[in-house]
Structures are given as C-alpha cells and as structure tokens.
C-alpha cells in the first residue's frame, strides 16, 4: 500500500470518529457549555484531520483554504474548551467569537493572499507561532485551576484531554515550521496524521469511563449530594463536622493562600480523602467555590448589618477573604444575583 493510500485511510478514519464524538457530544452535553464547546472543537478538528499536511508548498484552492481556516481557529476553541472544562462557571462572551473570527481570517488570508505572494515560510510559521500561544494558554489553564477541581474522575481525565491535544497540536506547529520535503514529508504526514487518529480514539474511550454529570455539569445544574456508605458514614461525618469547626470557628476561609492541602494537613487526612468529602458530601465540585461560599455568607451578612452600613464594600470584601473588589463582585452576583451594593440597600429597605 502506498503513502498516499495510507495517508487517505487515516484522514477518513480520524474525520469518521471525529464525526461520531461530535454527535455524541451534541446529544449528551449540548446543555453544557463546555459541552458546546467540545462539540465545535471536534468539528474544527475534522477540518484539520482533512487539511493538515506536512511540507505543502504549493498554492492553497479557493475550496481549501476556509477549511484550513477553520483548523487554525480551533485553537481558539481548544483554548476555550479548556476554560469551561477547568471552570463550571465560565461562560462566553462576544469578544471570543472575535478573536475566534480574527484568528481564522489571518489564517485564510495568509493561505489567499500572503503565503502566495512571496516566500510561504514566514508566514507558516506566524501562523503556528500563534497556534502554540493559544496551546500554551490552555495549558496554563490547566496548571493553575487543577488543584481546586474536586472530582476525581474529570481531574484525570481533562488532563489526558488536554495534555494530549496540546502536545499534538505542539508537535503539528513545529512539524509545520520545519517545512519538511519529499520522503521526510510523507512520512511525517502519516506519522502525523496516525497520532492524531490515536488520540481521538483514546479519547472517546476514555470518556467512557467518567458520567456526563462528572465531566460537563449542564449550567443549570445544583452540585448534587452522594450518598456515603453505611461504614464510612460515621467516620466521614466527623471529619465534615471538624472542617465547618475550621471554617465557623477559625474563619480558616479568611486566610490568604489558604488551599485544600493547607486543610487538609490541618484534618491530618490526605488531599485526595478532603477533596472526596468535599464533593461527595458537601456537593461542590471546585474547592475555590466552597471557600467563596463561606466568604460570601459572611460578606451578606455584613452588608445587612445596620451597625456596618457605612462600613466600605472592600472592606467587607477584604475581611471576608477575598484579595480584591472585582473577584468578590463576581462571586457575589454570581450567588445572590445582585451586587453587594444591590444588597445593601434591599436589606436597609426591608429593615
């Protein structure tokens, strides 16, 4: 068999479990939006499984381009994807349709217009230069917000998800800025191509193995409770009873830096045990989300306290824990669906 033919059979099969993934994700997370967003990223990706090619000199087809185009902006997507997976609260804004918009039109210019137009090189590798910038975001995305993720099953899983596709696309931007020729091309293609086709299916069997209510909470759903067996009811329970000490007593939540290790170490229990309680127990799934929900009690309280009235909101925001206003009014909304200012005054109007 040839290269061609073997280049052919894995560019269809990636496209087909490419395709199903996407349709499976429609149909079970569509009320999610990461979900959403894993569905449109599997699309972008059929785009790049069928255009993505190693040491291609030639000029690009009025056809060809747009779908390059839109395998370029799916790093964008990647990105955004890897937001809403490391944070149940992220929700998209107008601007990233934009630079998705933006990021996909450099991209169809460039393969138009400016590649053509002289030497392609430097513009292949602006165009991957970018590519790896949006890669590196989503990984520092998933660096810095992964301690705080308290289920277990999506803590494993989006960092094989993510991993794996950033170093994928990284290998894919530097293969590109090689500008490979000949039989090295070929074979990088193949090789590329075969990569690509054992990470989509890697990933659709991992995704087997977690529940939807794990990996993509639809918007509208309240972090749900489970049920302890009988033997560690007792035993858990203790520990719950010690942490709301920590948290009522020793307000531990004002302190700053304050992590799951960090309460952890004071229980005297391992991380992981904490972290299970703390979701399976007390139904949160992100340990910056139980921290904040202490803090903003206190916060309400507070803020409906006549004795406080001229009492500045920062001030209240500082003493409750939180480092800075805008996170606090955030948080604040988020919960009440008002300002702290908002609240105030319907405390004060209702007194």
């Known amino acids: 068999m040839s290269f061609a033919a073997i280049e052919l059979a894995l560019r269809a099969a990636t496209v087909a479990l490419l395709l199903v993934l996407a349709a499976s994700l429609f149909r079970d997370f569509r009320n999610s939006t990461a979900g959403r967003l894993a569905v449109a990223l599997a699309l972008g990706s059929v785009a790049h499984a069928a255009t993505a090619a190693i040491g291609v000199t030639s000029l690009i087809s009025l056809w060809h381009a747009p779908a390059i185009a839109l395998s370029t902006g799916n790093v964008v997507v990647f990105w955004l994807f890897s937001r809403a997976l490391f944070d149940d609260s992220f929700s998209l804004r107008w601007w990233h349709g934009l630079l998705w918009l933006a990021v996909a039109a450099f991209s169809f210019v460039n393969c138009m217009w400016i590649a053509p137009a002289g030497d392609p090189r430097p513009s292949i590798i602006a165009v991957n230069l970018l590519a790896l910038g949006f890669i590196g975001l989503a990984v520092g995305q998933m660096l810095s917000s992964w301690s705080t993720d308290l289920v277990e099953g999506r803590r494993r899983l989006r960092i094989f998800i993510v991993a794996a596709i950033a170093l994928y696309g990284g290998l894919n931007a530097i293969l590109q800025m090689l500008a490979l020729r000949g039989d090295a091309a070929e074979i990088a293609n193949i090789a590329n191509i075969a990569v690509l086709a054992g990470i989509v299916a890697a990933i ?148």
């Open 204 to 351: 659709c069997v991992a995704m087997m193995r977690v529940t939807a209510r794990e990996l993509f909470p639809a918007a509208s759903e309240a972090p749900a409770k489970a049920a302890a067996a009988p033997e560690s009811d007792a035993a858990d329970q203790k520990l719950i009873d010690a942490l709301m000490r920590l948290m009522a007593d020793e307000r531990i939540y004002r302190h700053e830096n304050v992590t799951i290790g960090t309460l952890a170490t004071r229980l005297g229990i391992p991380e992981y045990r904490l972290r299970r309680l703390i979701n399976q127990r007390l139904g949160y799934r992100n340990f910056n989300f139980f921290l904040n929900n202490h803090r903003i009690e206190e916060a309400k309280a507070a803020l409906a306290d006549p004795t406080q009235a001229e009492v500045p909101v920062i001030t209240i925001a500082m003493d409750a824990g939180f480092q800075s206003l805008g996170p606090f009014n955030r948080a604040f909304k988020a919960t009440t669906g008002v300002t702290p200012s908002e609240y105030r005054k319907l405390k004060a109007t209702a007194a």
